[in-house]
Structures are given as C-alpha cells and as structure tokens.
C-alpha cells in the first residue's frame, strides 16, 4: 500500500499558476513512479478567488487547507486588485490563511549554490556556502496588531496606525522552534529586535533570554535588526539561525534572499504547532518570491523555488526525506550544469523555460534513481 497524502495547491496570481503547474507535473510523475500517492486539489486564492468570489479566500478553502496534509501555496497580487477595498486585497487572503491555521513559525533557509555564485550582487568569497536560515514569527506582531487603521484628525490632518504586539507565548513558541531547528544545524541563534527602541523588543529579548537558560546547548546572541541587515551583507556566513518578529522576518528575508543570487530561487514553510492527541500539523509552503506580474504568463519565471517548497513540504509534512534530498539534489545538477532561468541567466549558460526547467529537474531525478539501480 502507498502512503497518500492530500495536498491543497493554491496557485494565486501572477506567475503563481507557471509555477506551481510545474510542481503538480513533478508530483503526478512522483505518483507513477515512486511509492507515494499524491491527491492535489486545486483552490482559488488572492486575485484569483476576489474575481470570483468576492473575497481572497473563502471558508470552505480554508477548510479544505485544515483537512489537507499539507497546502502549497503559489504567490498572491496584482495592480488589477490594487483597487479593491483594503480589507479583501488578494494579500489578505495570504494572512488570513497563516492567521487561520495558526502557522507561526516561518522557515526562510537561504543557500547559495555554488553555481550561483556570480548571480549574487555580493563577492563570491562572502557568499560561498551561505546556509542561514531565518525563522520569522508569522502570526503576530505588527502585521495583525490591533488597533490599527486610518482616522482623520480634529485638525482635519488623517493618521495612519499600526500596533506592534507580542506575548509571552508568542515568543517562546518561534524561538523553541528556532532553538530546535538549530540543534540539528551549526547550534547558533542570533534573536532580532530592536530592544534599544520598541517595548515589545525589549520583552522579545527577555523572553527569548530567559528561554535559552532550557536550551544552554545552544549559543545565542541578540542583535537590533538594523544592525542584522547590516552584518548580512558584510558578512553573513556569521549567521546559523536567525530568529525575529514577522515585520522584521519579511525585510530580513528578502534581503537574506538576494545573496543568493535570486529571489527566484528561495522556498519557505509556514509551520503550525503538532496537535498532541493526533500528531498533525498543519503547514503551507510557499516561494518567498512575489506574483511578479510584469513577467507573469510568459514562460520566463523561475520554478524552483516552489519546487524546492514542495521538497520541504515532503520532509516536514510529509515524512519523505529522501525524496526531498533527491528533488534538492536534481536542482544542484542542473544547476551545475548550466540551465537557468531569465532571473539566474549567467555566462555561458542556457537559458530554458519555466516548463523546460520543470522537465528538466523530472530528468534528473530520473537520472539520480538509474544511478542508485
Ligand atoms: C512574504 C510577503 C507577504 C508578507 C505579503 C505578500 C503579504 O511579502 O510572504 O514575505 O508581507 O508576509
Ligand atoms: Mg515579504
């Protein structure tokens, strides 16, 4: 008997169907020829499902992402939405899913390959076998603090505001989850904040402080988060995990991303916590990429950070390690082998569609298993 799983895809907008088109042909051709069974459904979100449904992601979808074994997730928004009322903006789809499932801890690994080496913005001795990884708290904090909105003033003038706000518990749970992953990694965590200007980060410290006095395995230091931004790119290889709040996570993780070389090439998990009585966890996996309309329908998008969702998704989901290795693996050998994308294109390199790199990493794999035969 296959193990089967049910996976939720949420294709979204822009460039979100070309990529993710290419995960459901790898996971159809895992189907036929590996021991797993893959059922995907697939559901609107975003853009998509305001112009049908009015809304960014209704109820009945956010149930089926809660009965799924996992959902992946292509990218959300376009300017054709820029328009409609804030409240169901194609973004708020996207949160209402993370909020709604309670997936607080968001894996953001950025790894530089080394035939990516001359893609990065960065010299190559600074980059050269960058493994980080940045886990964002993804429920709280500034991007779902209440109160929030825009009033107009006695004095005619309006005001904009947002609330910063994290518990206790808020920070205890990601940062467990950042000691955690760590332990299996280099055993560093540098915690971010900024305690020097905001209340909340100075009880994120204390907390994360008080903490690691459970977790003395690992070595843990604070930095303010402008400070971070600075030490990624002067010299990132100090880094093993980072951990910080949601609004610092997303700058920090675009920023950890382009020293690779391309936001096309970055996957992330959003993990929720394990259900004691049943042992499962909902989770989404999602490229850390944007919908990027302005090349979106031409075949030029860069599929592998949704690929390489899916592998994370098979490793922490999905119990599939060693399928995952093999998916991370076939994209090292193509990459060494000079196929790119328009995003990753380099010298003497050939570039290949988004469906065309889909094939090829299938390929691979191919090749990888007649090689362990
Ligand atoms: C991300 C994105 C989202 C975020 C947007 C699309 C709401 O930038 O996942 O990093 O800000 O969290
Ligand atoms: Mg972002």
């Not at 907008?13 to 036929?32: F, H, Q, R, T, Y």
């Not at 009322?85 to 790894?111: H, S, V």
């Amino acid at each position: 008997m296959k193990n089967t799983y049910k996976l939720m895809m949420l294709a979204g907008d822009g460039i979100g169907p070309e990529v993710m088109a290419e995960v459901s042909k790898l996971a159809n051709w895992l189907n036929s020829n590996e021991d797993i069974g893959l059922e995907l459904e697939d559901e609107l979100v975003g853009g998509a499902s305001i112009d049908v449904n009015k809304i960014p992601v209704t109820d009945a979808t956010i149930q089926k992402c809660k009965e799924a074994d996992a959902v992946m997730l292509g990218a959300v928004g376009g300017a054709k939405w820029d328009d409609v009322d804030y409240n169901i903006r194609p973004e708020a789809g996207l949160l209402k899913i993370r909020k709604d499932l309670d997936l607080f801890a968001n894996l953001r690994p950025a790894i530089v390959f080394d035939a990516l080496l001359d893609a990065s913005s960065l010299k190559p001795d600074i980059i050269q076998g960058l493994d980080i990884l940045i886990v964002r708290e993804l429920t709280g904090g500034v991007y779902f603090g209440e109160p929030r909105g825009i009033e107009t003033m006695p004095d005619g003038q309006q005001r904009g505001f947002n609330t910063q706000t994290y518990t206790t518990s808020e920070i205890e749970r990601v940062t467990e989850v950042a000691f955690d992953l760590a332990r299996k990694r280099s055993k560093k965590v540098t915690s971010c904040e900024k305690a020097n200007v905001m209340e909340s980060g100075k009880l994120w410290r204390q907390v994360v402080t008080n903490l690691h006095k459970n977790h003395t395995d690992i070595e843990l230091s604070h930095m303010y988060a402008d400070n971070c931004a600075m030490q990624l790119l002067r010299n990132p290889k100090q880094f093993d995990v980072i951990v910080t709040d949601n609004l610092f996570g997303d700058i920090l993780s675009d920023e950890a991303a382009m020293l690779t070389g391309s936001l096309g090439m970055l996957p992330s998990a959003s993990l929720g916590k394990t259900d004691p009585s049943t042992g499962k966890r909902y989770a989404m996996y999602e490229p850390v990429h944007g919908s990027a309309p302005d090349i979106a329908g031409q075949g030029k998008a860069n599929p592998l950070a949704t690929i390489l969702s899916f592998a994370m998704c098979l490793r922490y989901s999905l119990d599939q390690g060693a399928l995952a290795e093999k998916i991370e693996q076939a994209v090292q050998d193509i990459l060494n082998n000079g196929l790119r994308t328009a995003d990753i294109m380099a010298h003497n390199c050939q570039e290949i569609s988004t469906s065309a790199m889909g094939d090829a990493v299938i390929d691979h794999i191919k090749s990888i298993l007649r090689k362990a035969a």
